[in-house]
């Protein structure tokens, strides 16, 4: 079946050089979106002569917009098969296409899969010999298709208009139950440990706007510390309270 994946990254070269070489070998149409000032992203494509989509658009806004990044190279997609769109820190298993050939249903679906945490240098040594990423701890707050693996065939979703993520969410307010948080109060974010939900705020809302949505038999393996998210590129949580008044 005819993928068409989108791999964000953004000063990621040293994670994405241990997750190409192997997704290179299960999808042949990749994508990497990156910036024309990531010389390490753009070396690494260069040399294993994967497709790279350079954009200034992760920077629209504010620090790191992956939202805006991802919808500009959306936009060059064939709609007419399935699309995924799948972080620079993840690496996907063997029986990959075996699982994607047996799906059946493709009308307004969105599907995820299931991520095991590796953390460090000995444990992707460890993955490399056998391959299997149930062997490592299951994220079990990845239960639902977020952004990280999302794969849907846009010709067949009448909720898609043109981009997959809203570029405003998580960069200006954030909706918490009734509550409005605005950019000015994001240290309240911070204070009350609400910045996981900060993060996954608009691949979230994306995932909504499908009528269903499944969880494959697929585990995917997650490369590096856990908490270093890809929504705000190399910027970890003390760094992102030291610029916090830049944003």
């Known amino acids: 079946m005819n993928i068409e994946c989108i791999v964000p990254c953004f000063n990621y070269s040293d994670i994405l050089c241990k997750t190409i070489i192997i997704n290179s070998d299960i999808i042949k149409n990749i994508t990497v979106v990156s910036s024309v000032e990531d010389y390490g992203t753009n070396n690494l494509c260069r040399k294993y002569k994967i497709k790279i989509f350079n954009t200034d658009r992760f920077h629209y806004k504010f620090n790191f917009n992956k939202e805006a990044a991802m919808n500009e190279a959306y936009s060059f997609v064939s709609k007419d098969r399935l699309v995924l769109c799948l972080d620079a820190d993840i690496i996907l298993p063997d029986n990959f296409n075996k699982i994607i ?13 299931h991520r095991h945490l590796c953390r460090n240098e000995e444990e992707y040594k460890q993955f490399i010999l056998n391959k299997n990423a149930e062997e490592f701890e299951l994220d079990k707050k990845a239960d639902s298709p977020f952004g990280f693996f999302q794969m849907f065939y846009p010709a067949l979703c009448n909720n898609i208009y043109g981009k997959l993520y809203d570029e405003e969410v998580g960069i200006n307010s954030i909706e918490i139950g009734s509550k409005i948080i605005e ?19 608009p691949d979230s809302k994306f995932l909504n706007s499908f009528k269903k949505n499944a969880m494959l038999d697929l585990h995917l393996l997650h490369i590096g510390e856990y908490g270093e998210d890809n929504w705000w590129g190399r910027e970890n949580y003390d760094i992102f309270k030291k610029n916090i008044s830049k944003v």
Do not use: Q, R
């Open 183 to 201: 950019k000015e109060k994001w240290e309240y974010v911070i204070e009350n440990n609400l910045m996981e939900k900060l993060l996954a705020n």
């Open 101 to 113: 050939n047996s799906i059946t249903d493709f009308g307004n679906i969105i599907y995820g899969a």
